[in-house]
T-cell receptor, first 111, second 116 residues
Framework: KNEVEQSPQNLTAQEEEFITINCSYS?????LHWLQQHPGGGIVSLFM???GKKKHGRLIATINIQEKHSSLHITASHPRDSAVYIC?????????????FGEGTQLTVNP | DTGVSQDPRHKITKRGQNVTFRCDPI?????LYWYRQTLGQGPEFLTY????????KSRLLSDRFSAERPKGSFSTLEIQRTEQGDSAMYLC??????????????FGPGTRLTVL
């Protein structure tokens, strides 16, 4: 079992739909990241969370440390949101700040 | 553009050849990470440096792989005697380790390696 599990693996939505991507992890963490990866490989950090909730534009990320669960929400989705969304954690059990990644969720938003 | 650059962006090589990739981090960042990502999977940690010291290596980093960061700035990742299983995207990230946990990693565009 992977230390970081995401669901769903693939998600297709219509423009303007509200989208939720889930991430569960099995280790103690100091931080959780949500990342966006576009075709071609480039990864952009969207959020880093250690508690509570963060909002940036149409994106909202929440984390429940007790339940070891985080969600990424996209409101009023748009075709340009189509990308792979990756959850990654910084484990308390590893040194440095290296990240352990989920397998990603491929999001396709149709016009 | 995150400020982290990688070169080359694409590399096609024949099995058995050696390849070297370069990563230039954001200039003031003291931490540099290498990750590998195969198709349809999330990235996997390979190694990381704090300044010029290589502090951790994954079990994924076989003895055919070597990484250096000689002056604490750019880093190179070399794969000797490449195998088809080495085909992947090699990602570099950098961060600034300071007070607190802010340590956000900034990723480069990656080098896509294809071993024929």
């Amino acid at each position: 079992k992977n230390e970081v599990e995401q669901s769903p693996q693939n998600l297709t939505a219509q423009e303007e739909e509200f989208i939720t991507i889930n991430c569960s992890y099995s280790v103690g963490i100091s931080a959780l990241h949500w990342l966006q990866q576009h075709p071609g490989g480039g990864i952009v950090s969207l959020f880093m969370l250690s508690s509570g909730k963060k909002k940036h534009g149409r994106l909202i990320a929440t984390i429940n440390i007790q339940e070891k669960h985080s969600s990424l929400h996209i409101t009023a989705s748009h075709p340009r949101d189509s990308a792979v969304y990756i959850c990654a954690v910084r484990s308390l059990e590893t040194s440095g700040s290296r990240l352990t990644f989920g397998e990603g969720t491929q999001l396709t938003v149709n016009p | 553009d995150t400020g982290v650059s990688q070169d080359p962006r694409h590399k096609i090589t024949k099995r058995g050849q050696n390849v070297t990739f370069r990563c230039d981090p954001i200039s003031e960042h003291n931490r540099l990470y290498w990750y590998r990502q195969t198709l349809g999977q999330g990235p996997e940690f390979l190694t990381y440096f704090q300044n010029e010291a290589q502090l951790e290596k994954s079990r994924l980093l076989s003895d055919r792989f070597s990484a250096e960061r000689p002056k604490g700035s750019f880093s190179t990742l070399e794969i000797q005697r490449t195998e088809q299983g080495d085909s992947a995207m090699y990602l570099c990230a950098s961060s600034l380790r300071g007070g607190g946990y802010t340590d956000t990693q900034y990723f480069g565009p990656g080098t896509r390696l294809t071993v024929l």
